[in-house]
């Protein structure tokens, strides 16, 4: 069993920053594939980006790509996404999901384990 814990979610102006942090309970955390997801009000979830176990292949949605990195820290147990010229559409729910195994997905079906989210807010 993983536990995921978020955070780093608030209030930020459009064209602002914010570094999201994913904590796992994981003794073997390098061996899960990470994932950040969103959702908003109304809308379904969406893929956000992934990474590989070892931080070597990295995956974006294009409405990400160029502005958010998604890194992790397999001696920390963290993962990360790195959030730059948010607009007010990034504004969702974040969650951080973990998958067994090295390859990262892009579909939510394809992790096991999610956390509880931490909220993103991007005002105009």
């Known amino acids: 069993q993983v536990q995921l814990v978020e955070s780093g979610g608030g209030l930020v102006q459009a064209g602002g920053s914010l570094r999201l942090s994913c904590a796992a309970s994981a003794r073997t955390f390098n061996t899960y594939a990470m994932g950040w997801f969103r959702q908003a009000p109304g809308k379904e979830r969406e893929f956000v980006a992934a990474?590989?176990?070892?931080?070597?292949?990295?995956y974006y949605a294009d409405s990400v790509e160029g502005r958010f990195t998604i890194s992790r820290d397999n001696a920390k147990n963290m993962a990360y996404l790195q959030m730059s010229n948010l607009k007010p559409e990034d504004t969702a729910n974040y969650y951080c999901?973990?998958?067994?195994?090295?390859?990262?997905?892009?579909?939510?079906?394809?992790?096991?384990?999610w956390g509880q989210g931490t909220q993103v807010t991007v005002s105009s």
């Open positions: 999901a973990a998958r067994r195994g090295s390859m990262a997905v892009t579909i939510d079906s394809g992790y096991n384990y």
């Open positions: 990474i590989g176990w070892s931080g070597a292949s990295t």
